[in-house]
């Protein structure tokens, strides 16, 4: 499969399944993944940590300016750094899950957010996954996805990754905050979490991880067709 110069673009919300789909589709491709979630997690992170409050727009955008963030590619997978510190595994606390939503949403967050990651699309060749991805971050990808599920197998989703990791959950509790980020998410000024007209819709639900990635590999199969018969 020739796969040159290609972008493929996944939004969705909260535990639609973005990231293990995206990195299931790179792997399979032999593309770049660019957890762009990740980027906001890492800010999330260093915001709570110099205890800026959430809402602190020019705060958060001066410390943001300040920040390092690498992604890189190791053997277990891709690393985050932020300032130098591996924070893969710290980024995924329940503290700043609960509040990147809030840091995210600030318009000059967004726009220095959105320069890096269309700086690491612009060679192609990427999976980027992420709620704006196919709508502002790289509108022009060949392939865009958006991927969907309830609220309740999310939520059964979101308790099943803690429960593995070890971290408490609480599944009511859990459901609560999905929604509340997906107001968030959705509601936001910048950049909101909303499907781009060109996507194609995939309900996850009912579906195993491997078939949504079958399912979008079909749809970068379909683009590279068209491409070698034009």
């Known amino acids: 499969m020739n796969t ?32 762009t979630g990740a980027m906001y997690r890492a800010l999330t992170l260093k915001v709570l940590r110099e205890q800026i409050p959430p809402d602190d727009d020019q705060a958060i955008s001066d410390l943001l300016a300040k920040t390092d963030m690498q992604l890189e590619q190791g053997d277990s997978g891709q690393h985050v750094l932020m300032d130098g510190e591996d924070v893969t595994e710290a980024i995924r606390s329940e503290y700043v899950t609960n509040n990147v939503s809030h840091v995210a949403k600030h318009a000059s967050v967004r726009k220095e957010m959105v320069q890096r990651q269309r700086e690491l699309a612009n060679k192609r060749s990427v999976v980027m996954d992420g709620r704006d991805i196919g709508t502002h971050v790289i509108p022009d990808a060949e392939v865009k996805i958006f991927l969907k599920a309830s609220v309740e197998e999310r939520a059964k989703r979101r308790y099943d990754e803690n429960v593995k990791k070890g971290f408490t959950a609480d599944f009511e509790k859990l459901k609560e905050e999905i929604e509340q980020r997906d107001q968030i998410d959705s509601k936001r000024e910048v950049a909101p979490l909303v499907k781009a007209n060109d996507a194609i819709e995939l309900d996850t639900t009912d579906l195993t991880i491997n078939q949504v990635a079958a399912s979008v590999l079909e749809e970068v199969s379909k683009v590279l067709e068209t491409r070698r018969d034009g």
């Open 4 to 35: 040159k110069e290609l972008a493929v673009a996944i939004d969705g919300p909260a535990a639609a399944g973005k990231s293990t789909v995206a990195k299931l589709v790179a792997s399979e491709l032999a593309y770049i993944y660019i957890d």
